[in-house]
C-alpha cells in the first residue's frame, strides 16, 4: 500500500489509524501538540512531530506544518482523521501539490460537498430527493422572505457552511422570519465566514440515518448499509446503532441505492457517508438527502461490527489504488451494534466539559465488547480539545442483547478524576422510548432535564461509604508504615504531575485536614 | 489496629462507620466485608450481593466507582471536628479548568437559589454557565470579565 503515513490527528482516531497502519506493514508518523506530547497516538507511532502549542489552531490545524512533518520524515500519505482538516478542501489540495495521498476524496469533491446548497442543486438535479425548500441567489430579506412563504410555515433556515446547528433557526410563523434571518446570517458570517442562506421546510419529529458509502478509482460504489443517529444532544450524537429499529427492508435498500447514486453524483472517491432525514415509518417513509460526510465518522465502527469490513484499511486500500474488494450482494448486516460516546463532561452541571487527570481509567472488555481510545490510565484530559474519552462499541446478536450489553459495559468501565457521561449513557439506554427504538432527533433534547434529574434522585450505595473508609485507612497505614500495599487509593501516576504525585504520596497529606482538628 | 469509627460525607447523605480491624464494616446496622483487589480497587461483599468498587483520593475527599456511577466520599474519623468535612466547594465557585470571564451575572450581597447562573465562563468555545450549589447570599466576587482564571481558583463565594 504505502511505505509511511502521516496521521494528522489526535485521540482515538489517531490511534485507531495507526493500528490499521501496523497490520497493513504501513509505518506511522504521528504529529502531536504540546499539550498531547505524552498521548497514547504518539505512544504508539513509529515517529511523533511536535508541530506546536495546544490550541488546534497553533498545531493540529496548521496546515504548513503538517505538511514540512510529512515531506521531513518521509510520509507518502495522509490520514486526516474527523474534525480538524479533514473536510477542509484547501487541506487536500496542499497535500496533492506536495505529492502526498489525501486518503480521502478528492479535494474539489470536499468544497462541494462543504457547500450546502451546491451539494443540494446536485442531488436535486440527480434526481435524489432533498427536503423541500429554496435557496434563492438574491439573499436580500425580502428575497427570503418570499422563498420563507413558498416553503410554507414551520420552515428552517439554515447557512450554507458549516454544520453542528450553529446559526439554524425554526421560523413558525411570518413574524419570526425577519429577526431569524438576522440572527442567522450573523452566526454564519462569525462561525463560518460565509452568511448565505437557504430555506427547508421543518420536518417535526425527524430522525437522522445515514448511509456509509465506499468508492473506488474505477467506478464501483458500494454501501456498507445504514447508522441510526437520531440521539444527538445539542446536535451532538451521543449514541448510535445499527441497523436503524426504524428501517423496513424495502426502506433500507431504497435508501442505500438513493446513497450510491449521491456518491455518484458527486464523483466520489474513498470512504464516505450520506445523511438522511427520515420522515414517518414504515415502507412508506419519506426520506431526503441532508449533506454529505466528505470524511470517516466518528460512528464507524458500528458499521465495521455488522460488516465485518475494516472501514480503516479500505481506505489506506483505496487511496493506494486498489480496487473494493466486494460487490454490493456480497455485503450483510449480521447481528446488531451500539457505540456510546463517554464524554468528559459534568451532566449534573449542564453537560460542562472537563479536564483533568484520569487517576483511575479502566476500559471494559468481554465478547463482543470494543472501546476505542486515545487515554490511559494516569493521562491527563487536555483543555484544548473535543472532550470525548472513549467509544464503547458492542455487538451482539440482537438489538436487546446489544443494549444490555452496552449497558453492561458501561457499568464496567470506572473513569475517576474528571466527570463523565457515563451515568447518564445508562439512563438514555434504559429509557423506555430508546427500547422501543422511538425517537427523533429531538428526543433527547426534550428528555435530558428530566432524565437528569432522576439521576439526582439516585441513592448513594453503602459500597462507596465503605470502599472510601478502607481507602482512607489504607492511606493512613500506608502513610504511616511508608510503604503502599494493594487496595491503597493511589492510582498510577501521570509522567507529567510530578509534583502531583509527590503531594499525593506524603503521608501528612494523607493525614491531612484532619491532623490537629 | 483497633475498630475505627468514621463519618462518610456524599453530598447531603451522611453516614457513620464502623471498620473492624480485619475488614469487616458496619454502617447502621448493616455488614459489610471490604477487601484489597490491587491498586484502587475493592470487593466490598455483604450476605445479599458483592461489588468490585473502585477508589482513587482526588482533591478534598475520595472519587468512588460503583456499578457505573461515581461519588465524591469525604472520611473524616467521627468526633473530629465537623466543619473540617464541610467541602471547600459548598460556598465557593471556581473554575473546573482554565477559562475566560464572559459575564458575572450576580453582585456581592445578592440572594441567589440553587441553580441560578452567578458567572459564565468560556472555554473550550462554549459557553460555561456557573451556577450556585444552593440557596445563599454572594458574599464575594474575585475575578472580572474578561480575566483568564485558572483552575481551583475560587471565582465566587456564597455565604
Redesign the interface.
Known amino acids: 500500500v504505502f511505505s509511511r503515513l502521516l496521521v494528522a490527528n489526535r485521540g482515538e482516531i489517531a490511534v485507531r489509524v495507526i493500528r490499521a497502519c501496523r497490520e497493513l506493514g504501513i509505518e506511522t508518523v504521528a504529529v502531536h501538540s504540546e499539550a498531547d506530547r505524552h498521548a497514547l497516538h504518539v505512544r504508539l507511532a513509529d515517529r511523533a512531530v511536535p508541530i506546536g502549542a495546544g490550541p488546534a489552531g497553533e498545531s493540529y490545524l496548521v496546515i504548513p506544518r503538517i505538511i514540512r512533518a510529512a515531506l521531513d520524515n518521509g510520509a507518502d500519505a495522509v490520514h486526516p482523521g474527523y474534525g480538524f482538516l479533514s473536510e477542509n478542501a484547501a487541506f487536500a489540495r496542499a497535500c496533492a501539490e506536495a505529492g502526498l495521498i489525501f486518503v480521502g476524496p478528492p479535494a474539489a469533491v470536499i468544497a462541494t460537498m462543504g457547500s450546502k446548497i451546491a451539494a443540494r442543486r446536485l442531488m436535486q438535479a440527480h434526481g435524489i430527493p432533498v427536503v423541500p425548500g429554496d435557496a434563492p441567489d438574491d439573499q436580500s430579506d425580502n428575497s427570503l422572505c418570499r422563498a420563507l412563504e413558498q416553503v410554507g410555515y414551520p420552515a428552517l433556515v439554515k447557512p450554507s457552511a458549516g454544520g453542528g446547528g450553529i446559526g439554524m433557526r425554526i421560523v413558525r410563523d411570518a413574524g419570526e422570519a425577519a429577526p431569524a434571518l438576522t440572527g442567522a446570517r450573523r452566526e454564519a458570517a462569525a462561525a463560518f465566514g460565509d452568511p448565505t442562506l437557504y430555506i427547508e421546510r421543518l420536518v417535526e419529529r425527524p430522525r437522522h440515518v445515514e448511509i456509509q458509502v465506499l468508492a473506488d478509482d474505477y467506478g464501483a460504489i458500494v454501501h456498507l448499509f445504514e447508522r441510526e443517529c437520531s440521539l444527538q444532544r445539542r446536535h451532538q450524537k451521543v449514541v448510535e446503532e445499527t441497523p436503524s429499529p426504524a428501517l423496513t427492508p424495502a426502506l433500507r435498500a431504497r435508501m442505500g441505492e438513493a446513497a450510491v447514486a449521491a456518491a455518484r453524483a458527486a464523483e466520489y472517491r474513498n470512504a464516505g457517508t450520506i445523511e438522511f432525514l427520515v420522515d414517518g415509518t414504515g415502507d412508506q417513509a419519506r426520506f431526503y438527502f441532508l449533506e454529505m460526510n466528505t470524511r470517516l465518522q466518528v460512528e464507524h465502527p458500528v458499521t465495521e461490527a455488522v460488516t465485518g469490513l475494516d472501514l480503516v484499511q479500505a481506505q489506506l486500500r483505496v487511496a493506494a489504488g486498489e480496487p473494493l474488494r466486494w460487490a454490493q450482494e456480497s455485503l450483510t448486516q449480521r447481528g446488531h451494534a451500539v457505540e456510546c460516546r463517554v464524554y468528559a463532561e ?1 451532566p449534573a ?2 453537560f ?6 484520569l ?2 481509567y ?1 476500559e471494559p472488555r468481554g465478547p463482543g465488547v470494543r472501546v476505542d481510545s486515545g487515554f490511559t490510565e494516569g493521562g491527563e484530559v487536555p ?3 473535543d ?1 470525548m474519552l472513549a467509544k464503547v462499541i458492542v455487538h451482539a446478536e440482537t438489538r436487546a442483547a446489544a443494549i444490555a450489553r452496552a449497558s453492561a459495559a ?8 474528571v ?2 457521561n ?2 447518564y449513557l ?1 439512563a438514555v439506554l434504559a429509557h423506555p422510548a430508546f427500547d422501543r427504538g422511538d425517537v427523533d432527533t429531538r428526543f433527547l433534547d426534550r428528555e435530558t432535564p428530566a432524565i437528569v434529574a432522576a439521576m439526582h434522585d ?18 493512613v ?1 500506608a502513610g504511616a508504615s511508608g510503604r503502599r ?8 501516576p501521570d509522567p507529567d504531575a510530578a509534583d502531583d504525585t509527590r503531594r ?1 504520596q506524603d503521608p501528612w497529606d ?1 493525614a491531612g ?2 491532623i490537629g ?1 | ?1 483497633a475498630a ?1 469509627r ?1 463519618r ?1 460525607v ?2 447531603t ?1 451522611e ?1 457513620e ?1 464502623t ?1 473492624a480491624d480485619h ?1 469487616d ?1 458496619t ?1 447502621a446496622g ?1 455488614a ?1 466485608r ?9 470487593r ?1 461483599s ?1 450476605d445479599h450481593a458483592s ?1 468490585s ?6 482533591r ?12 465524591v ?1 469525604e ?3 467521627a468526633g ?2 465537623a466543619r ?2 464541610t467541602s471547600v466547594r459548598e460556598h465557593a465557585l471556581a473554575a ?3 477559562a475566560t470571564v464572559l459575564s458575572v451575572v450576580a453582585n456581592v450581597g445578592q440572594a441567589v437559589s440553587a441553580g441560578e447562573t452567578v458567572l459564565i465562563l468560556e ?2 468555545k ?1 459557553e ?2 456557573v ?1 450556585a450549589p444552593r440557596d445563599g447570599i454572594v458574599s464575594a466576587i474575585h475575578c472580572r470579565e474578561g480575566e483568564l482564571v485558572q ?1 481551583g481558583v475560587t471565582l465566587v463565594e456564597i455565604a
Open positions: 459534568d452541571h449542564d460542562l466539559p472537563q479536564a483533568g487527570p487517576l483511575l479502566r483543555v484544548h480539545y472532550p458501561l457499568r464496567d468501565f470506572p473513569i475517576l478524576g466527570r463523565t457515563v451515568p445508562l439516585a441513592p448513594v450505595p453503602d459500597a462507596a461509604f465503605v470502599a472510601a473508609a478502607a481507602a482512607f485507612l489504607g492511606d497505614q500495599s494493594g487496595g491503597g487509593s493511589t492510582a498510577p499525593r494523607f485536614p484532619w482538628a | 489496629m475505627a468514621l462518610g456524599a453530598g447523605v453516614r462507620l471498620v475488614g464494616v454502617i448493616a459489610y471490604v477487601a484489597p483487589l490491587g491498586p484502587g480497587a475493592w466490598v455483604s461489588a468498587v473502585y477508589v482513587v483520593r482526588h478534598n475527599g475520595f472519587w468512588v466507582h460503583v456499578d457505573g456511577r461515581v461519588y466520599v472520611v473524616a474519623r473530629a471536628a473540617r468535612i473546573p479548568m482554565p472555554a473550550m462554549m460555561l454557565p451556577r483552575p
